[in-house]
């Protein structure tokens, strides 16, 4: 795999854009780095009694159009640069979704697989409280991202309310339904994914009947995805992996019961009637569909001419390298781009603090309507910005997302 700093992609993937839209070289400068960003030491104390000092980061990107927005990851590999740019990557999803926000990201560098939920606990209370005077209902609103979940949030919003001696519901989103979590955003990200998918396959006039899926990552996004392609669509799920390793069926997989297998063991690994796929391999299968759903940097110039599939959508953040893009345009791969396919999460996110601030929430079928009210129209603006440029879905995805936060930029009087 190609080790290529992230930020260096994001940067990368801009400056593409500044050239295609002759942007102002200053306004250029400024749009290429954080507008804030706050490190800090995080002391827990663990089980066995000593305290470790874990390292935590939040980025805020751009807040010309309003406060900011995006995840928190716990993971092992987390570094500030990956930080930053999911944080840029924020700013332009949420443009791009039309929606009054920045974007910003937060991340702490932790194994939560090797940790108890008592440790867990307490490194999410001490991450709220070192944030708090940063973040806020009007600063910048966090959420779940990779292996973080809604019980996190809720100790999160708990201390941060605490704190501030008021409720702050609108603090974080991704909040259990109990704590003024929104219906429907457990399954945002893989839902909005998938109308982005149903209307690339009216644009490539496929059939999603019967329509052939490969699912990389089976978290929160990939699951979900696989569950309502079928269910939604009827599409067949032929190929499944998650982080241990992957199965493969002909005839199709039953995504409930894998999630079930994946729930008692662990992985998907060793779920009956299949045989094992890894995760490059599931790249290159011949189906119609492909959705990397796990981790940044799969699709590289190296394997970008071996996929076969004639949609990749994007449930993960930056699963495709730049030279890669450009070699899956050559080759008719209609790609929906990360920022675009998995915005369905903060577009619910957004929903649930509309909520939280009115004090009257919606039920599942409003959300599903509003959420499609959304992603299609993206959708089609990034397909029609495409055709019109001649340029690939990601960089019209930049081009619609730019030209929007530099609106705002302009209009505030910045540049
Ligand atoms: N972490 C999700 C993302 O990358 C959701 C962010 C949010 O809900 O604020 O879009």
């Given at each position: 795999m190609d080790k290529l700093n992230l930020f260096e992609y994001a940067q990368k993937q801009l400056d593409d854009c500044a050239e295609i839209l002759k942007l102002d070289s200053d306004i250029h400068a400024v749009l290429r780095v954080p507008v804030r960003e706050l490190h800090i030491s995080l002391p827990v104390r663990m089980?066995?009694?000593?305290?470790?000092?874990?390292?935590?980061?939040?980025?805020q990107y751009n807040d010309?159009?309003?406060?900011?927005?995006?995840?928190?990851?716990?993971?092992?590999?987390?570094?500030?640069?990956t930080v930053r740019a999911l944080a840029a990557w924020m700013t332009w999803k949420c443009a791009l979704l039309n929606l009054p926000l920045g974007g910003a990201k937060g991340g702490v560098i932790c194994n939560p697989k090797e940790m108890s939920k008592g440790e867990l606990e307490r490194l999410c209370r001490e991450y709220a409280t070192r944030v708090w005077h940063f973040v806020g209902p009007e600063r910048d609103i966090p959420a779940p991202d990779v292996y973080t979940t809604p019980q996190m949030m809720a100790w999160m919003m708990d201390e941060y309310s605490k704190i501030a001696g008021r409720h702050q519901f609108g603090v974080i989103t991704g909040k259990p339904i109990s704590l003024g979590g929104s219906a429907g955003r457990g399954d945002a990200t893989a839902r909005g994914g998938l109308y982005t998918i149903r209307e690339a396959a009216k644009e490539l006039g496929m059939d999603l009947k019967g329509a052939t899926v490969a699912v990389q990552g089976y978290g929160n996004a990939g699951s979900f995805a696989a569950i309502l392609a079928r269910s939604l669509f009827g599409c067949k799920i032929v190929a499944i992996t998650d982080s241990r390793g992957g199965i493969y069926n002909d005839y199709g997989l039953d995504p409930e019961a894998v999630f079930e297998h994946k729930t008692k063991t662990g992985s998907v690994v060793g779920y009956p009637n299949t045989t094992p796929i890894s995760n490059e391999e599931i790249l290159e299968l011949d189906v119609d569909i492909l959705i990397p759903a796990a981790m940044e940097n799969v699709i590289t110039k190296n394997n970008a001419s071996k996929i076969k599939a004639k949609i990749v959508g994007e449930l993960a953040n930056g699963p495709t390298a730049p030279e890669a893009d450009d070699i899956l345009y050559k080759n008719g791969v209609h790609l929906i781009p990360d920022f675009l396919c998995n915005a369905g999460g903060v577009t619910v996110s957004y929903f649930e603090m509309v909520q939280n601030f009115y004090m009257y929430y919606w039920d599942e079928e409003q959300v599903h309507i509003r959420l499609d009210k959304k992603m299609t129209p993206a959708y089609h603006s990034v397909l029609e910005t495409?055709?019109?440029?001649?340029?690939?879905?990601?960089?019209?995805?930049?081009?619609?997302?730019?030209?929007?936060?530099?609106?705002?930029?302009?209009?505030?009087?910045?540049?």
């Open positions: 089980d066995d009694g000593k305290i470790k000092v874990f390292e935590g980061f939040r980025v010309a159009r309003g406060p900011t927005k995006g995840g928190i990851r716990f993971h092992p590999e987390e570094t500030v640069d495409s055709k019109k440029y001649g340029i690939n879905m990601r960089q019209a995805a930049y081009v619609v997302a730019v030209e929007r936060v530099v609106e705002a930029m302009r209009d505030r009087g910045w540049v």
